[in-house]
């Protein structure tokens, strides 16, 4: 088993010669590079067999298609419906159509706002 240092990214990032090479990913125009987290080759195949195992692929199409996966509460669990434009509507049932909440699309300007405002600096 590949150990790193406890808490220093620097150091793997110069030891581990091709970690900008090999520890990235990119799919759909996003590009991810996990060589700046304290990850190894190792730690990222045991992720990806875990999501295997746990049928992760089909869990997030399941989420997608609004299937009642919040067990709680016996309902979707809607986290795409945060991003949906205000203007649009989920209809799940078409006796009751959920309308997006006006204060969830306030706090995501918000949040975007003070996004923006940091960048801006």
């Known amino acids: 088993m590949t150990k790193l240092p ?3 990214l620097q150091l793997p990032l110069f030891t581990y010669g091709r970690r900008g090479e ?5 799919a759909a125009g996003v590009y991810l590079d996990y060589s700046k987290n304290l990850v190894t080759t190792e730690t990222m195949g045991l992720l990806m067999q875990l999501a295997r195992q746990c049928d992760l692929p089909d869990r997030i199409e399941a989420m997608f298609r609004a299937d009642p996966i919040n067990v709680t509460e016996q309902r979707p669990a809607l986290h795409t ?7 649009k509507r989920l209809v799940l049932d078409p006796a009751e159509p959920l309308h997006h909440d006006s ?8 949040y975007r706002a003070a996004q923006q405002a940091s960048q801006d600096r």
């Open 6 to 8: 406890a808490a220093d």
């Open 81 to 87: 419906a945060l991003r949906m434009p205000a203007y």
């Open 22 to 26: 090999i520890l990235v990913a990119e």
């Open 103 to 110: 204060s969830t699309n306030a706090l995501i300007r918000r």
